[in-house]
């Protein structure tokens, strides 16, 4: 059973602040990851992707991916309130144009 | 460019009535997925298709879920008879790099 595990939350974070994301996964040998951002009755949105160890920068947003210790995470900086949602974490085990396995989410709650 | 398009956007039933959804991918997307999202929960995915074709219909409930994809292009998923745990919003994704999987708004299924 191939599963990604992420901490439900509710995640408090004051606005300005780094806001830290976690996800490990149970597959080794899985290939691409990806951070979705999911508002309350919206679907979820591509906010980033990640296919190699290291950090991977986008606006605000970094990723980081450690294969070894089987471990995704997402830094948001400089918190807006906007920011709040939830970040589902998504694995691609396989590689190529496979389904992805979620996460169940974090709710993140930025404090104006 | 157009996102996925989805269709209705919500539907109530009664138990063991029947139901469909339609789905238009992004233009020249060939691969389609369709995921269910139960409330607290992140997407499960359903099925797979790439253009005509099944790739993965695994954790697809066969005995009363089906779906197809005529002509590559849109896609219907239908539940017969609906059960009160089929609740949910299902997704439609889709993707042309293989990689990057983009959803469309979902349609919220209520059973009673």
């Known amino acids: 059973q191939k599963e990604v595990e992420q901490n439900s939350g509710p995640l408090s974070v004051p606005e300005g602040a780094i806001a830290s994301l976690n996800c490990t996964y149970s597959?080794?040998?899985?290939?691409?990851f990806f951070w979705y951002r999911q508002y309350s009755g919206k679907s979820p949105e591509l906010i980033m992707s990640?296919?190699?160890?290291g950090d991977k920068e986008d606006g605000r947003f970094t990723a980081q991916l450690n294969k070894a210790s089987q471990y995704v995470s997402l830094l948001i900086r400089d918190s807006q309130p906007s920011d709040s949602a939830t970040y589902l974490c998504?694995?691609?085990?396989?590689?190529?144009?496979?389904?992805?396995?979620f996460g169940k989410g974090t709710h993140l709650i930025i404090q104006p | 460019e157009a996102g996925v398009a989805q269709s209705p956007r919500y539907k109530i039933i009664e138990k063991r009535q029947s139901v469909a959804f339609w789905c238009n991918p992004i233009?020249?997307?060939?691969?389609l997925y369709w995921y269910q999202q139960i409330l607290g929960q992140g997407p499960k995915l359903l099925i797979q298709?790439?253009?005509?074709?099944?790739?993965?219909d695994s954790q697809l409930p066969k005995d009363r879920f089906s779906a197809e994809r005529l002509k590559g292009v849109d896609s219907t998923l239908k539940i017969q008879p609906a059960k009160l745990e089929d609740s949910a919003v299902y997704l439609c994704?889709?993707?042309?790099?293989?990689?990057?999987?983009?959803f469309g708004p979902g349609t919220r299924l209520t059973v009673l």
């Open positions: 990640i296919y190699s160890n």
């Open positions: 994704a889709s993707s042309y790099l293989a990689e990057e999987q983009f």
């Open positions: 998504a694995v691609n085990p396989g590689g190529g144009a496979d389904g992805l396995t």
């Open positions: 233009s020249g997307h060939a691969t």
């Open positions: 597959d080794r040998g899985s290939q691409s």
């Open positions: 298709f790439q253009n005509n074709g099944v790739v993965d």
